[in-house]
């Protein structure tokens, strides 16, 4: 039977989602877990494949086993093994036919960056502190040129393995919030799919553009050339949202 996890991680101490051979990964830990749990090794799926030091307040994951748990019970047979900086949020029975990389219909994602006069111990584990103080309203007016299908060949890291770089941009939002302390960021991007870095690309480039660089975002979509484009901004500032299926995969009932 297919099973469908909801899991949640701080990236900071792991070397991404995918298992690597002696490295720390989330897909690691929880295999590891999973076959403790079922008395078998277990293989899981993760809905993408974050890099290290990227977070995640909602990746969806699934997995096969053969069980007399409960599907919402499962959850927190994880928790009972998994260290606190990996948890599963909820589990439930996967839809027929489910597959968490294939099914997905959208994927979130939200970059966080800050200004201030100098780091903020609080703020610098999950979020990129910014020289200069960006103007919000230069950053959404260059937001609007990725909404759409376009390529993002230009968008895309060296070391990419997708067979098209073709994606659509659902939606962009920034928002700031302003504190004694200095003043917080968030982009929020919603797409089809993302590319090798296209996140962090992405935020460097409207960044760049808040604080006064020329927008180089058209050229970029058509010559394909990286090198158009700012400076890739660091993992730690990157969380996965989420990720948007056709079936409701954690019923109420399952949480009870």
């Known amino acids: 039977m297919r099973y469908v996890l909801l899991v949640s991680y ?26 403790g749990i079922f008395g078998m090794v277990t293989k899981i799926a993760g809905s993408g494949r974050t890099d290290a030091g990227v977070h995640a307040e909602g990746q969806v994951c699934h997995f096969d ?5 409960p599907p919402n019970k499962i959850a927190a047979c994880f928790n009972a093994v998994l ?12 839809p027929d036919g489910f597959d968490c990389t294939r099914s997905a219909k959208r994927k979130t994602y939200a970059y966080s960056f ?7 111990p609080l703020w610098e584990r999950y979020s ?35 067979k098209t770089s073709i994606r659509e941009i659902f939606g962009v939002e920034i928002n700031e919030r302003i504190s004694a302390q200095g003043t917080e ?23 760049a553009i808040g604080c006064g660089k020329e927008e180089r975002i058209t050229a970029a979509f058509a010559s394909g050339e990286r090198k ?19 079936a409701e995969l954690f019923p109420a009932a399952s949480e009870e």
């Open 10 to 35: 701080d990236g900071t101490c792991f070397s991404g989602f995918q298992k690597q051979r002696e490295e720390r990964t989330v897909q690691g830990e929880l295999e590891r877990a999973a076959t």
């Open 65 to 69: 086993a053969t069980t007399s748990i």
């Open 114 to 120: 800050y200004y201030a006069r100098t780091e903020l």
């Open 128 to 162: 990129v502190r910014v020289k200069e103080k960006p103007d919000c309203a230069k950053m959404r007016a260059a937001a609007n040129l990725l909404l759409g299908r376009h390529d993002f060949k230009a968008f895309c890291a060296s070391g990419s393995s997708a």
């Open 83 to 94: 260290s606190p900086d990996l948890r599963v949020l909820k589990s439930a029975a996967a």
């Open 228 to 246: 158009l484009l700012a400076k890739t901004m660091p993992a730690k500032g990157l969380k996965l949202m989420g990720a948007e299926y056709a």
């Open 185 to 207: 960021y968030t982009i929020t991007v919603c797409g089809n799919g993302f590319l090798y870095h296209m996140v962090r690309i992405l935020a460097g480039e409207l960044i």
